[in-house]
């Protein structure tokens, strides 16, 4: 199978590849736990055997049946119904197909608090922070930040003290993740031209808080270590490390967890999610996801290419622009073929072409936040139609690339959806967007 995608400049990643290939097969080079004679699927079991966060990959599946009553009128008139227990399964996946549909992994069932993608990127980070005794963990985002809110949550429920850089000032009212992250951790507000200068940043607040004791420590040295101490049999490498220092253990987590580490959990789901039982390996199929740092459908992508399956990641761009996303495309990926250190992982990438992700604009392109009038109404409908939350500025963007494609009649692979969750996020900006949420009182519109 050759992924028909359109994305990195073939002398990005390819060559980024073909160098970390090169010095993979060395023979000074250490493998790692990988050899050369693994299968694919030998080499993401062994990938993926380790510690999680998430006790089982399970998501739950619906399916979103489509009906639209446009009769070759202007406007559209769709509304939605969810099938709560469609048919899954290798081969039997096509009995669902009486009207145009799509299917939903609801992620955002996963977890109270934490987003659904949050959740799948701090699953195998997590027991790296615990398996190293780690004390603190620091990290930034927005005022609103989801991302911020699942570190400070998941560090509470580990005993682990987090500490979250906020951009700008603290608002009137805390509501949202913002409130939760401010229940959960250690908020910091950070003014914006200081926030800017990111990495500074964050090295100079993990310093802080290590103290003259502590230390700060790399997440991509563990996952490197994990690796190696796997490849040469040795145990706790890191153990010695906390005898010298008892104080504080510092690590530093990227805004949005957009670390290489963070791809695991999601390569773990997209596991799951070929079994026979769910929706099998040779169903071709079409995974929309809403992305912010794009950390998510890299991994939806690379567990796809690694497991060769007929599926193509479409990743609607929200944050940035095209040349953004294929920078972190280009940037994860190197970093995870570093920390692997596996001449079969670098050997599968050498044959993509364009990357490993298909990015798209969203319907209506916008600045990264704003969100439109009706868009809020529209959650409302799509809430009361199927019980399923979206927000408007991330999955209902997805909902939306998901809907128009679960429509196409030409289109003969199946629509996923990733539902990465956002509940909270409407606390948010129901306070920014006061006008577009009292309209919701009326009930929902007519015209929608
Ligand atoms: C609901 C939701 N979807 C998607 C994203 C973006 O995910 P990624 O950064 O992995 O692209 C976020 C990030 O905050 C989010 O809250």
């Keep these: 199978m050759r992924l028909q995608l359109q994305l990195l400049p073939r002398n990005t990643v390819i060559s980024v590849v073909k160098r970390e290939f090169l010095s993979g097969c060395s023979p000074n080079a250490a493998q790692g736990v990988f050899n050369c004679n693994l299968s694919n699927d030998e080499f993401v079991s062994k990938l993926l055997d380790r510690s999680w966060a998430l006790s089982m990959p399970e998501a739950k599946i619906h399916q979103i049946k489509i009906f639209d009553r446009r009769e070759g009128g202007l406007y559209g008139n769709i509304s939605f119904l969810n099938n709560t227990q469609p048919h899954l399964g290798e081969g039997t996946v096509d009995k669902n197909q009486h009207l145009p549909s799509f299917y939903i992994v609801r992620d955002d069932l996963l977890h109270p608090l934490v987003n659904g993608n949050k959740a799948r990127k701090l699953d195998a980070l997590l027991p790296l922070l615990q398996d190293n005794f780690v004390t603190d963990v620091v990290t930034c985002g927005g005022c609103q930040s989801a991302h911020a809110a699942a570190v400070a949550v998941s560090c509470a429920e580990r005993g682990l003290r987090s500490h979250l850089l906020l951009r700008g000032e603290e608002p009137e009212t805390l509501t949202g993740y913002n409130l939760i992250s401010s229940l959960y951790g250690n908020v910091i507000y950070v003014p914006r031209s200081q926030y800017a200068r990111r990495e500074v940043m964050l090295a100079t607040h993990a310093e802080s808080v290590a103290g003259s004791c502590g230390s700060v420590e790399g997440l991509s040295d563990y996952m490197e270590a994990l690796f190696a101490k796997r490849a040469f049999g040795k145990q706790n490498v890191f153990q010695e490390d906390t005898v010298k220092f008892p104080d504080r253990k510092v690590v530093i987590v990227n805004e ?193």
């Excluded at 999610?273 to 794009?294: E, M, P």
């Excluded at 439109?372 to 199927?386: M, N, R, S």
């Excluded at 539902?419 to 948010?428: A, E, K, N, P, V």
């Design 256 to 448: 949005g967890a957009g670390d290489a580490v963070g791809l695991l959990g999601v390569m773990r789901l997209v596991q799951y999610l070929s079994q026979n039982h769910v929706f099998g390996r040779k169903q071709a199929i079409k995974i929309v996801v809403d992305s912010g740092t794009g950390t998510t459908a890299v991994g939806l992508g690379l567990g796809a290419l690694c497991l060769g399956l007929p599926w193509k990641i479409t990743a609607v761009m929200l944050a940035d622009k095209i040349d953004g996303y294929k920078k972190a495309e280009e940037r994860l990926i190197s970093e995870f073929v570093r920390s692997c250190n596996s001449p079969l992982l670098t050997a599968i990438l050498g044959n993509v072409n364009d990357g490993v992700v298909h990015w798209v604009e969203r319907s209506i392109p916008r600045k990264f936040g704003n969100i439109l009038e009706g868009e809020v109404q529209e959650c409302q409908k799509i809430a009361q139609q199927t019980g399923v939350l979206l927000d408007p500025i991330y999955t209902l963007a997805a909902w939306n690339l998901a809907t128009q494609l679960g429509q196409d009649a030409s289109e003969d692979a199946k629509v996923v959806m990733l539902h990465t969750g956002g509940t909270l996020g409407m606390f948010g900006l129901a306070q920014r967007y006061k006008s577009y949420f009292q309209m919701l009182k009326g009930g929902v519109s007519s015209h929608l």
